[in-house]
């Protein structure tokens, strides 16, 4: 993970929500990426922004862009690409009665 790179690429408010994610769960802001959750949100945030700046800057196909992306930030394409996969089918995903008691969604 290139965590300063990911650093500049996110936005003033994506910067405050991560100072506010890091004080709802109680951890100092600079140890935000030892919390797995926060990493991968914030990974995903930079690896879409820093696709899209290679997309328009280098003039590549946006998949292109992608996996450029990825390898700048230390991550192998397929990796972030299947992560993003997951959460857009569980997003989309009807809700169903959860079986497991510590899932505080249900």
Do not use: Y
Request: with cysteine.
């Amino acid at each position: 993970m290139n965590r300063p790179l990911i650093e500049s690429l996110l936005t003033a408010p994506e910067r405050k929500l991560r100072r506010q994610m890091c004080a709802l769960v109680g951890i100092v802001e600079d140890r935000w990426a030892v919390v797995w959750p926060l990493r991968q949100l914030f990974e995903m945030r930079a690896w879409w922004r820093l696709g899209e700046r290679v997309h328009i800057e280098q003039g590549v196909p946006m998949d292109e862009g992608l996996k450029l992306a990825a390898r700048l930030l230390g991550r192998k394409p397929r990796t972030l690409a299947r992560r993003l996969r997951r959460w857009l089918e569980a997003a989309e995903r009807p809700r169903t009665k959860c079986h497991r008691r510590r899932n505080s969604d249900c």
